[in-house]
């Protein structure tokens, strides 16, 4: 259970709005919280106007407060290996050229990501919309809400709508309640997915008030954000259990990170816990070829043996499936276990590297 700092009542803790109103912004601040390295002070202030960080108090006690490797810390802490990467780019998926109407973007012929909310309880440093994270261009005011529901109605072929940002959580109740409505109210809408980081960085948004609306919307399917097992506390326990018990099935959708998660008992115990709250894990991203995280990226062949290692070795529902986002898709990243033919023989190898041949004439 992550605690309270001595001097916050219990009440202000568990308050969402009181911990995004507290939210960490400064290099002072976050002494209060850990003891920022020469590293991350300099990283700080270098990328002060770039991607500014923000944390919640909430996620900040999750961090080793004397250990800059931390596996939270680094997800959020800036740091000076951002400056230099020469490869990454500023929007990799090429959404703004996939968007038919502001923060709309379309893929896929039947779904869409719906960006509403530019802003997050906290920055992701490896976040794939840093371009778009707490920056007003990117927040979408009522009148470019309602144009995107436009294009959503006379649109028939979308049956299926992400909202995302951003994290649409942030909004309040009575706007989330009404852009559900408004969404629920298109016949040709049949699902509603929310993507959501909250459970994992501020737990506490998911009240009950927050839940009776989404049981008014269904079907509601959410997609959380963890990324290492140290985030799998009381607290987001907690949150998961009331989303499942207003009836929306929760899955995950982590990303490989380097020095993070890219090791296979680390994936193994995220995934299994994630499984005990009964979140199903989903997608594993690779990470994004996005400027300021080249010290986050894992060569892909790597990720597909670090999956290939958990196959046979945990259940097989708790391995999400590895995936690249690219402009035109995404593409499952897996080991082949399909061996070839040899005459009637199919040739397969088992998880523990047995080849099985298995009668199959054409
Ligand atoms: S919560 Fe999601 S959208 Fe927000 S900063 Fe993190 S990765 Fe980006």
Redesign the pocket.
């Known amino acids: 259970m992550a605690a309270a700092r001595p001097g916050i009542a219990a009440a202000e803790w568990r308050s969402w709005t009181w911990q995004m109103q507290h939210r960490i912004r400064s290099a002072a601040d976050l002494g209060h919280w850990i003891e920022p390295g020469e590293d991350e002070r300099a990283a700080i202030e270098a990328l002060a106007t770039r991607f500014r960080f923000v944390i919640t108090p909430y996620y900040a006690s999750l961090m080793d407060p004397r250990d800059p490797a931390c596996p939270i810390r680094r997800q959020v802490v800036p740091r000076l290996a951002e400056l230099g990467d020469p490869l990454g780019l500023a929007d990799p998926l090429d959404e703004v050229a996939h968007s038919p109407v502001k923060n709309v973007v379309r893929v896929y012929r039947d779904r869409i990501a719906f960006c509403v909310n530019n802003e997050?309880?906290?920055?992701?440093r490896?976040?794939?919309?840093?371009r778009m994270?707490g920056e007003p261009e990117w927040a979408m005011k009522q009148r470019e809400l309602e144009t995107a529901l436009a294009w959503i109605r006379a649109n028939p072929e979308i049956r299926d709508v992400l909202l995302?940002?951003?994290?649409p959580l942030v909004f309040s109740d009575d706007k989330l309640a009404w852009l559900l409505g408004e969404l629920r109210a298109i016949p040709h809408v049949e699902l509603i997915r929310l993507?959501?980081?909250l459970p994992v960085?501020l737990p506490f948004r998911v009240t009950d008030a927050l839940c009776a609306l989404l049981e008014r919307q269904h079907p509601i399917w959410v997609n959380t954000?963890f990324n290492h097992p140290r985030e799998l506390t009381a607290e987001a326990a907690e949150a998961v259990d009331k989303l499942t018990r207003a009836g929306c099935p929760v899955g995950n959708q982590s990303?490989l990170l380097a020095g993070i998660n890219d090791d296979v008992e680390t994936m193994r115990r995220l995934c299994e816990g994630l499984v005990r709250m009964r979140v199903r894990p989903y997608y594993c991203y690779q990470a994004q070829l996005l400027e300021g995280t080249a010290h986050f990226r894992v060569p892909i062949e790597r990720g597909v043996e670090l999956f290939h290692a958990l196959r046979g070795r945990t259940s097989g529902f708790a391995i999400p499936l590895y995936v690249l986002d690219t402009p035109y898709g995404k593409v499952p990243l897996t080991y082949d276990y399909l061996r070839g033919r040899e005459g009637d023989d199919v040739l397969v190898e088992s998880f523990d590297g047995r080849i099985w041949r298995e009668p199959n004439p054409l």
């Open positions: 997050c309880a906290l920055y992701c490896y976040c794939l919309r840093k994270v995302t940002g951003g994290d993507g959501t980081r960085t954000h990303v």
